[in-house]
Nanobody
Framework: QRQLVESGGGLVPPGGSLRLSCAAS????????VGWFRQAPGKEREVVSS????????YYSDSVKGRFTIFRDTARNTVSLEMNSLKPEDTAVYYC??????????????????????WGQGTQVTVSS
């Protein structure tokens, strides 16, 4: 059974840092583009960052650019999101998602939730003093 599990969420003061990890079981993330999304109460799910399966292409939303970094650990079969200089508006449930990339699209990332086949259960990030 193919599963994604997020970890690393929690409560952090403004200006703090967290590292979220997305671990895959039952399949190798090496062949998948991976995206991080977030959803705050009363708001739609939005893309935060996305990474192509060959790691050559990365996307960051304007709201997190320069503060968040997405990276893949092949040995651990994980994709992580390093979040620095956190702001209260970063508070949300964060989800990772994976989409298989055929050989012709290894350099592509995906920005829309409907483009992803696999989702984790989410992890809560709260930025508050």
């Amino acid at each position: 059974q193919r599963q994604l599990v997020e970890s690393g969420g929690g409560l952090v003061p403004p200006g703090g840092s967290l590292r979220l990890s997305c671990a895959a079981s039952g399949f190798s993330l090496n062949y998948y583009a991976v995206g991080w999304f977030r959803q705050a109460p009363g708001k739609e799910r939005e893309v935060v960052s996305s990474l192509s399966s060959d790691n050559s292409a990365k996307y960051y939303s304007d709201s997190v650019k320069g503060r968040f970094t997405i990276f893949r650990d092949t040995a651990r079969n994980t994709v992580s999101l390093e979040m620095n200089s956190l702001k209260p508006e970063d508070t949300a449930v964060y989800y990772c998602a994976a989409q298989y990339s055929t050989s012709s699209y290894t350099n592509r990332f995906y920005l829309h939730p409907g483009e992803y086949d696999y989702w984790g259960q989410g992890t809560q990030v709260t930025v508050s003093s």
